[in-house]
Protein backbone atom coordinates (compact mmCIF):
# COMPACT_ATOMS: atom_id res chain seq x y z
CA UNK A 1 0.00 0.00 0.00
CA UNK A 2 1.32 3.39 -0.97
CA UNK A 3 2.06 6.27 1.79
CA UNK A 4 -1.26 7.87 1.01
CA UNK A 5 -3.68 5.37 1.28
CA UNK A 6 -2.18 4.41 4.60
CA UNK A 7 -2.34 7.93 5.97
CA UNK A 8 -6.01 7.75 4.22
CA UNK A 9 -6.97 4.45 6.20
CA UNK A 10 -5.68 5.47 9.77
CA UNK A 11 -7.61 8.74 9.49
CA UNK A 12 -10.73 6.59 7.96
CA UNK A 13 -9.82 4.21 11.18
CA UNK A 14 -9.19 6.72 13.71
CA UNK A 15 -12.00 9.29 13.29
CA UNK A 16 -14.39 6.62 12.27
CA UNK A 17 -14.95 8.07 8.67
CA UNK A 18 -15.50 6.59 5.46
CA UNK A 19 -12.14 6.37 3.40
CA UNK A 20 -14.10 8.42 0.55
CA UNK A 21 -14.47 11.18 3.42
CA UNK A 22 -10.68 11.41 3.53
CA UNK A 23 -9.62 14.38 1.22
CA UNK A 24 -7.11 16.94 1.35
CA UNK A 25 -9.53 19.60 2.69
CA UNK A 26 -10.59 17.13 5.64
CA UNK A 27 -9.64 19.77 8.63
CA UNK A 28 -9.96 19.21 12.23
CA UNK A 29 -12.81 20.90 14.25
CA UNK A 30 -14.66 20.62 10.86
CA UNK A 31 -16.17 17.57 11.85
CA UNK A 32 -17.70 16.16 14.86
CA UNK A 33 -16.00 12.60 13.97
CA UNK A 34 -12.28 14.76 14.51
CA UNK A 35 -12.48 16.62 17.78
CA UNK A 36 -9.71 16.91 20.03
CA UNK A 37 -10.02 13.49 21.93
CA UNK A 38 -10.25 11.43 18.19
CA UNK A 39 -7.29 13.79 17.67
CA UNK A 40 -5.28 11.83 20.26
CA UNK A 41 -6.33 8.48 18.73
CA UNK A 42 -5.02 9.27 15.39
CA UNK A 43 -1.77 10.93 16.72
CA UNK A 44 -0.96 7.38 18.31
CA UNK A 45 -2.15 5.49 15.02
CA UNK A 46 0.07 7.34 12.75
CA UNK A 47 2.75 7.60 15.30
CA UNK A 48 2.43 3.31 15.09
CA UNK A 49 1.60 3.02 11.37
CA UNK A 50 4.82 4.80 10.36
CA UNK A 51 7.40 4.34 13.23
CA UNK A 52 7.68 7.45 14.85
CA UNK A 53 6.86 9.86 17.15
CA UNK A 54 5.68 13.20 15.87
CA UNK A 55 6.80 16.32 17.98
CA UNK A 56 4.49 18.21 20.32
CA UNK A 57 4.33 20.98 17.55
CA UNK A 58 3.83 18.84 15.09
CA UNK A 59 0.76 17.18 16.97
CA UNK A 60 -0.40 20.83 17.07
CA UNK A 61 -0.37 21.60 13.80
CA UNK A 62 -1.60 18.58 12.41
CA UNK A 63 -5.09 20.48 11.24
CA UNK A 64 -5.71 19.01 8.17
CA UNK A 65 -5.08 15.53 5.68
CA UNK A 66 -3.11 17.79 3.89
CA UNK A 67 -0.79 18.99 6.53
CA UNK A 68 -0.51 15.34 7.71
CA UNK A 69 1.03 14.39 4.87
CA UNK A 70 3.09 17.87 4.60
CA UNK A 71 4.35 16.78 8.45
CA UNK A 72 4.81 13.19 7.60
CA UNK A 73 7.47 13.95 4.63
CA UNK A 74 9.84 15.33 7.35
CA UNK A 75 9.73 12.29 9.05
CA UNK A 76 10.90 10.70 5.58
CA UNK A 77 7.63 9.55 4.45
CA UNK A 78 7.06 9.92 0.87
CA UNK A 79 3.90 10.89 -0.67
CA UNK B 1 -1.10 41.64 18.18
CA UNK B 2 -1.99 38.16 19.64
CA UNK B 3 -0.75 35.99 17.12
CA UNK B 4 2.61 37.01 17.38
CA UNK B 5 2.88 36.29 20.90
CA UNK B 6 3.24 33.07 20.33
CA UNK B 7 6.47 33.83 18.30
CA UNK B 8 8.38 34.65 21.98
CA UNK B 9 9.51 31.91 24.18
CA UNK B 10 7.14 32.27 27.06
CA UNK B 11 9.65 33.26 29.22
CA UNK B 12 11.74 35.52 27.37
CA UNK B 13 10.03 39.17 27.47
CA UNK B 14 11.38 41.22 30.13
CA UNK B 15 8.77 43.66 31.60
CA UNK B 16 9.95 46.98 29.13
CA UNK B 17 9.53 44.18 26.29
CA UNK B 18 6.29 42.59 27.25
CA UNK B 19 4.73 45.75 28.26
CA UNK B 20 3.71 47.21 24.99
CA UNK B 21 2.94 43.64 22.69
CA UNK B 22 0.52 42.22 25.80
CA UNK B 23 -0.86 45.76 26.30
CA UNK B 24 -2.13 46.00 22.34
CA UNK B 25 -3.02 42.21 22.91
CA UNK B 26 -4.89 42.60 25.73
CA UNK B 27 -6.90 45.64 24.25
CA UNK B 28 -7.49 43.89 21.12
CA UNK B 29 -9.28 40.42 22.68
CA UNK B 30 -11.52 43.50 25.31
CA UNK B 31 -12.40 45.37 22.15
CA UNK B 32 -13.81 42.07 20.84
CA UNK B 33 -15.30 41.48 23.46
CA UNK B 34 -17.21 44.53 23.98
CA UNK B 35 -18.63 44.52 20.45
CA UNK B 36 -19.70 40.97 20.51
CA UNK B 37 -20.54 39.99 23.66
CA UNK B 38 -23.76 42.68 24.79
CA UNK B 39 -23.99 41.85 29.04
CA UNK B 40 -19.99 42.23 29.05
CA UNK B 41 -20.24 45.19 27.00
CA UNK B 42 -22.73 46.84 29.62
CA UNK B 43 -20.58 45.90 32.28
CA UNK B 44 -17.05 47.32 30.86
CA UNK B 45 -18.78 51.32 29.83
CA UNK B 46 -19.74 51.15 33.26
CA UNK B 47 -16.50 50.39 34.90
CA UNK B 48 -14.37 52.24 32.87
CA UNK B 49 -13.68 54.43 29.72
CA UNK B 50 -13.36 51.60 27.14
CA UNK B 51 -12.17 53.69 23.99
CA UNK B 52 -9.16 54.75 26.78
CA UNK B 53 -6.84 52.13 28.68
CA UNK B 54 -3.56 52.66 28.78
CA UNK B 55 -2.47 50.57 31.68
CA UNK B 56 -3.72 46.40 32.63
CA UNK B 57 -4.69 48.22 35.70
CA UNK B 58 -7.12 50.52 34.23
CA UNK B 59 -9.15 47.43 32.44
CA UNK B 60 -12.42 46.02 33.39
CA UNK B 61 -12.34 43.07 35.88
CA UNK B 62 -15.13 40.49 36.13
CA UNK B 63 -15.25 38.20 39.19
CA UNK B 64 -14.59 34.79 38.37
CA UNK B 65 -18.17 33.48 39.72
CA UNK B 66 -19.54 34.95 37.28
CA UNK B 67 -19.46 32.36 34.62
CA UNK B 68 -21.60 30.07 37.53
CA UNK B 69 -24.24 32.70 37.18
CA UNK B 70 -24.54 33.84 33.56
CA UNK B 71 -23.98 32.33 30.13
CA UNK B 72 -21.93 34.66 28.71
CA UNK B 73 -20.56 34.39 24.72
CA UNK B 74 -18.73 36.63 22.30
CA UNK B 75 -19.63 34.46 19.18
CA UNK B 76 -22.36 32.74 17.20
CA UNK B 77 -23.66 29.70 19.31
CA UNK B 78 -23.06 27.71 16.06
CA UNK B 79 -19.49 28.40 16.76
CA UNK B 80 -19.05 26.91 19.91
CA UNK B 81 -17.18 23.39 19.36
CA UNK B 82 -16.76 21.98 23.38
CA UNK B 83 -18.21 23.16 26.43
CA UNK B 84 -16.28 23.72 29.50
CA UNK B 85 -17.03 23.05 33.61
CA UNK B 86 -14.96 24.26 36.09
CA UNK B 87 -15.38 21.00 38.97
CA UNK B 88 -17.10 23.71 41.46
CA UNK B 89 -16.56 22.68 44.80
CA UNK B 90 -18.99 20.35 46.28
CA UNK B 91 -22.75 21.97 46.72
CA UNK B 92 -21.70 24.92 44.70
CA UNK B 93 -22.31 25.65 40.88
CA UNK B 94 -19.98 24.91 38.09
CA UNK B 95 -18.72 27.14 35.64
CA UNK B 96 -19.65 26.89 32.43
CA UNK B 97 -17.19 28.13 29.32
CA UNK B 98 -18.16 28.35 26.21
CA UNK B 99 -15.23 27.33 23.66
CA UNK B 100 -14.77 28.10 19.87
CA UNK B 101 -12.67 26.27 17.66
CA UNK B 102 -10.02 29.89 17.73
CA UNK B 103 -9.85 29.69 21.43
CA UNK B 104 -9.59 26.11 22.01
CA UNK B 105 -6.94 25.98 19.69
CA UNK B 106 -4.73 28.87 21.25
CA UNK B 107 -5.45 26.82 24.79
CA UNK B 108 -3.59 24.17 23.29
CA UNK B 109 -0.39 25.92 20.95
CA UNK B 110 0.06 28.13 24.52
CA UNK B 111 -0.09 25.83 27.30
CA UNK B 112 1.83 23.34 24.71
CA UNK B 113 4.87 26.52 25.09
CA UNK B 114 4.29 27.10 28.54
CA UNK B 115 4.94 23.07 29.59
CA UNK B 116 7.53 22.71 26.93
CA UNK B 117 9.50 25.14 28.36
CA UNK B 118 9.62 22.30 31.72
CA UNK B 119 9.49 19.11 29.96
CA UNK B 120 11.10 19.52 27.13
CA UNK B 121 10.19 19.42 22.84
CA UNK B 122 9.66 15.78 23.07
CA UNK B 123 6.97 14.03 23.55
CA UNK B 124 7.08 11.25 26.40
CA UNK B 125 5.22 8.16 27.74
CA UNK B 126 2.91 9.72 30.00
CA UNK B 127 0.94 8.48 33.14
CA UNK B 128 -2.33 10.05 33.87
CA UNK B 129 -3.56 9.61 37.74
CA UNK B 130 -7.02 9.75 36.14
CA UNK B 131 -9.62 7.85 34.22
CA UNK B 132 -10.67 7.82 30.76
CA UNK B 133 -14.21 8.63 32.01
CA UNK B 134 -13.33 12.46 32.05
CA UNK B 135 -13.53 12.12 28.13
CA UNK B 136 -17.56 10.15 28.36
CA UNK B 137 -19.15 13.48 27.27
CA UNK B 138 -18.11 14.77 24.05
CA UNK B 139 -19.72 18.18 23.94
CA UNK B 140 -18.77 19.10 27.48
CA UNK B 141 -15.65 18.71 29.93
CA UNK B 142 -14.86 19.32 33.19
CA UNK B 143 -11.53 20.74 34.18
CA UNK B 144 -10.19 18.03 34.59
CA UNK B 145 -11.26 16.40 30.99
CA UNK B 146 -9.61 19.43 29.91
CA UNK B 147 -6.05 19.02 32.21
CA UNK B 148 -5.28 15.68 30.64
CA UNK B 149 -6.52 16.25 27.09
CA UNK B 150 -3.86 19.59 27.02
CA UNK B 151 -1.38 17.39 28.87
CA UNK B 152 -1.75 14.40 26.22
CA UNK B 153 -0.20 16.44 23.36
CA UNK B 154 2.76 16.43 25.27
CA UNK B 155 2.55 12.67 25.67
CA UNK B 156 2.75 9.39 23.63
CA UNK B 157 1.74 5.43 25.39
CA UNK B 158 -1.18 7.34 27.53
CA UNK B 159 -1.42 5.04 30.25
CA UNK B 160 -4.57 6.10 32.45
CA UNK B 161 -3.79 4.95 36.36
CA UNK B 162 -7.71 4.56 36.95
CA UNK B 163 -10.80 2.69 35.72
CA UNK B 164 -14.42 3.80 35.72
CA UNK B 165 -14.72 3.15 38.90
CA UNK B 166 -11.73 5.00 39.90
CA UNK B 167 -9.68 1.54 41.02
CA UNK B 168 -5.97 1.54 40.05
CA UNK B 169 -4.47 -0.94 37.28
CA UNK B 170 -1.40 -1.82 39.46
CA UNK B 171 -0.22 -4.38 37.16
CA UNK B 172 -0.22 -1.61 34.38
CA UNK B 173 1.75 0.97 36.74
CA UNK B 174 4.35 -1.62 37.44
CA UNK B 175 4.18 -2.75 33.60
CA UNK B 176 5.08 0.95 32.67
CA UNK B 177 7.68 2.07 35.40
CA UNK B 178 9.66 -0.72 34.18
CA UNK B 179 9.55 -0.39 30.74
CA UNK B 180 10.39 3.23 31.04
CA UNK B 181 12.50 3.40 34.04
CA UNK B 182 15.31 4.71 31.61
CA UNK B 183 13.97 7.44 29.95
CA UNK B 184 12.26 10.85 30.63
CA UNK B 185 8.70 10.18 31.27
CA UNK B 186 5.79 12.02 32.24
CA UNK B 187 3.22 11.80 35.13
CA UNK B 188 -0.06 14.39 35.20
CA UNK B 189 -2.66 14.63 37.21
CA UNK B 190 -4.49 16.59 39.50
CA UNK B 191 -3.24 17.33 42.73
CA UNK B 192 -5.57 15.51 45.22
CA UNK B 193 -5.90 12.72 42.89
CA UNK B 194 -1.71 12.22 42.87
CA UNK B 195 -2.00 12.07 46.44
CA UNK B 196 -4.12 10.25 47.14
CA UNK B 197 -3.43 7.27 44.49
CA UNK B 198 0.04 7.46 43.50
CA UNK B 199 0.90 8.35 47.25
CA UNK B 200 -1.31 7.08 50.14
CA UNK B 201 -2.82 3.83 48.02
CA UNK B 202 0.76 3.04 47.02
CA UNK B 203 2.34 3.69 50.57
CA UNK B 204 -0.65 1.72 52.22
CA UNK B 205 0.18 -1.43 49.55
CA UNK B 206 3.60 -1.32 50.99
CA UNK B 207 4.67 -0.49 46.38
CA UNK B 208 7.50 1.60 46.44
CA UNK B 209 8.31 2.49 42.91
CA UNK B 210 11.27 3.75 40.27
CA UNK B 211 10.03 6.56 38.69
CA UNK B 212 13.18 8.56 38.97
CA UNK B 213 12.87 9.65 35.40
CA UNK B 214 9.67 11.11 35.66
CA UNK B 215 8.13 14.86 35.33
CA UNK B 216 5.29 15.30 37.44
CA UNK B 217 3.38 18.06 36.81
CA UNK B 218 0.06 18.73 38.23
CA UNK B 219 -2.75 21.53 39.73
CA UNK B 220 -5.50 21.88 41.25
CA UNK B 221 -5.91 23.15 44.43
CA UNK B 222 -4.19 22.22 48.07
CA UNK B 223 -8.16 22.69 49.79
CA UNK B 224 -8.53 18.89 50.39
CA UNK B 225 -4.38 18.37 51.38
CA UNK B 226 -4.53 21.03 53.77
CA UNK B 227 -7.03 19.60 56.05
CA UNK B 228 -4.91 16.46 56.13
CA UNK B 229 -1.83 18.96 57.40
CA UNK B 230 -0.14 17.85 53.48
CA UNK B 231 1.51 21.95 51.75
CA UNK B 232 3.72 21.62 48.70
CA UNK B 233 6.93 20.72 50.69
CA UNK B 234 5.52 17.64 52.43
CA UNK B 235 3.94 16.89 48.88
CA UNK B 236 7.27 17.06 46.70
CA UNK B 237 9.04 15.12 50.19
CA UNK B 238 6.83 11.90 49.88
CA UNK B 239 6.54 11.76 46.35
CA UNK B 240 10.45 11.59 46.65
CA UNK B 241 10.91 9.42 49.12
CA UNK B 242 8.45 6.70 48.17
CA UNK B 243 8.31 6.73 44.13
CA UNK B 244 12.17 8.68 43.55
CA UNK B 245 10.00 11.63 41.79
CA UNK B 246 12.72 14.31 41.69
CA UNK B 247 10.96 17.34 39.31
CA UNK B 248 7.40 18.03 40.57
CA UNK B 249 5.95 20.74 39.59
CA UNK B 250 2.77 22.34 40.52
CA UNK B 251 0.79 25.05 38.24
CA UNK B 252 -2.08 27.48 38.99
CA UNK B 253 -4.67 27.49 36.72
CA UNK B 254 -8.82 27.23 36.41
CA UNK B 255 -11.36 26.40 34.15
CA UNK B 256 -12.06 30.00 33.46
CA UNK B 257 -8.65 30.50 31.69
CA UNK B 258 -7.29 27.17 30.14
CA UNK B 259 -4.28 27.66 28.00
CA UNK B 260 -2.48 29.99 29.55
CA UNK B 261 -1.37 28.35 33.40
CA UNK B 262 0.84 29.72 35.65
CA UNK B 263 3.98 27.22 36.18
CA UNK B 264 6.03 26.90 39.87
CA UNK B 265 9.49 26.68 38.81
CA UNK B 266 12.44 24.96 40.30
CA UNK B 267 12.58 28.22 43.71
CA UNK B 268 8.52 27.60 44.22
CA UNK B 269 6.81 30.29 42.49
CA UNK B 270 4.75 30.82 39.76
CA UNK B 271 5.11 32.56 36.45
CA UNK B 272 3.06 34.52 34.48
CA UNK B 273 4.41 33.89 30.44
CA UNK B 274 3.99 36.01 27.25
CA UNK B 275 0.31 35.20 27.05
CA UNK B 276 -0.69 35.84 30.85
CA UNK B 277 -0.16 38.93 33.56
CA UNK B 278 -1.10 38.76 37.28
CA UNK B 279 -2.45 42.01 39.51
CA UNK B 280 -2.71 42.09 43.21
CA UNK B 281 -5.68 44.07 44.53
CA UNK B 282 -6.82 45.45 47.96
CA UNK B 283 -10.13 43.71 48.73
CA UNK B 284 -11.17 46.66 50.84
CA UNK B 285 -10.87 49.13 48.26
CA UNK B 286 -9.48 47.60 44.58
CA UNK B 287 -6.58 49.21 44.47
CA UNK B 288 -3.39 47.72 42.99
CA UNK B 289 -1.00 46.36 45.91
CA UNK B 290 2.96 46.84 45.41
CA UNK B 291 5.07 43.67 44.93
CA UNK B 292 5.62 41.88 48.37
CA UNK B 293 1.80 42.24 49.61
CA UNK B 294 -0.61 40.16 49.78
CA UNK B 295 -4.32 40.92 48.65
CA UNK B 296 -6.75 39.30 46.03
CA UNK B 297 -4.97 37.78 42.89
CA UNK B 298 -6.62 39.16 39.16
CA UNK B 299 -5.18 36.72 36.00
CA UNK B 300 -5.15 38.42 32.78
CA UNK B 301 -5.11 36.33 29.83
CA UNK B 302 -5.05 37.09 25.86
CA UNK B 303 -6.26 33.46 24.91
CA UNK B 304 -9.99 33.73 25.55
CA UNK B 305 -11.78 34.52 22.11
CA UNK B 306 -15.20 33.00 22.67
CA UNK B 307 -16.07 33.74 26.22
CA UNK B 308 -14.95 37.37 28.01
CA UNK B 309 -12.54 35.51 30.93
CA UNK B 310 -9.66 37.78 30.05
CA UNK B 311 -9.76 39.63 32.86
CA UNK B 312 -10.81 37.59 36.20
CA UNK B 313 -10.73 38.55 39.78
CA UNK B 314 -10.11 35.34 41.31
CA UNK B 315 -10.96 33.87 44.91
CA UNK B 316 -6.98 33.50 46.02
CA UNK B 317 -5.00 35.52 47.56
CA UNK B 318 -1.48 35.85 46.77
CA UNK B 319 1.52 38.00 46.72
CA UNK B 320 3.58 39.16 43.72
CA UNK B 321 7.17 38.71 44.58
CA UNK B 322 9.04 40.50 41.95
CA UNK B 323 9.37 40.51 38.12
CA UNK B 324 11.91 39.47 35.46
CA UNK B 325 14.29 38.67 38.88
CA UNK B 326 13.56 35.21 39.82
CA UNK B 327 16.70 33.29 40.58
CA UNK B 328 15.62 30.49 38.08
CA UNK B 329 16.13 32.60 35.08
CA UNK B 330 12.55 33.11 33.58
CA UNK B 331 11.21 36.45 32.80
CA UNK B 332 8.08 37.85 34.01
CA UNK B 333 6.59 38.32 36.87
CA UNK B 334 6.57 35.58 39.63
CA UNK B 335 4.40 35.20 42.68
CA UNK B 336 3.07 32.69 45.58
CA UNK B 337 -0.55 31.89 46.38
CA UNK B 338 -1.89 31.82 50.10
CA UNK B 339 -5.10 30.48 49.52
CA UNK B 340 -8.61 30.51 49.24
CA UNK B 341 -10.63 33.93 50.35
CA UNK B 342 -12.86 32.96 53.14
CA UNK B 343 -16.58 32.91 52.09
CA UNK B 344 -17.97 35.77 54.38
CA UNK B 345 -15.63 37.75 52.47
CA UNK B 346 -16.35 37.57 49.04
CA UNK B 347 -19.54 39.45 48.97
CA UNK B 348 -17.95 42.45 48.50
CA UNK B 349 -16.25 41.79 44.96
CA UNK B 350 -19.47 40.31 43.63
CA UNK B 351 -21.70 43.05 44.91
CA UNK B 352 -18.45 45.32 42.89
CA UNK B 353 -18.40 43.49 39.56
CA UNK B 354 -21.70 42.08 39.24
CA UNK B 355 -22.74 41.96 35.54
Given amino acids: MDSTSKLKQVFADSLGLPLEQITDDLKYHSLPEWDSIAHMSLVAAIDDTFSITLSTDDVINLSSFAAAKEILTKYGVNF | ?355
Fill in chain 2, 1 to 355: MIEDLFGYPPFSLKAAQKKPLFLEALTAVTQHHIANCPEYSKFAKAFCDPSNLTAVEDFPFLPVTVFKTNKLTSVNESAVIKILKSSGTTGQTPSAIYLDKLTSERQTKALAHIVQDFIGKERLPTIFVDTKAVFKDKESFSARGAGVLGFATFGKNHFYLLDEDMNMDIEGLLEFAEKYKNEPNLIFGFTYLVWLYLYKELTAKNIKLDLSNAILVHSGGWKKLIEQSVDNGTFKAHLKEQLSIKHVYNFYGMAEQVGSVFMECEEGNFHTSVFSDILIRDPANWQILPHGTQGIIEILSVLPHSYPGHILLTEDFGTIMGEDTCPCGRYGKYFRVAGRIPKAELRGCSDTAAV
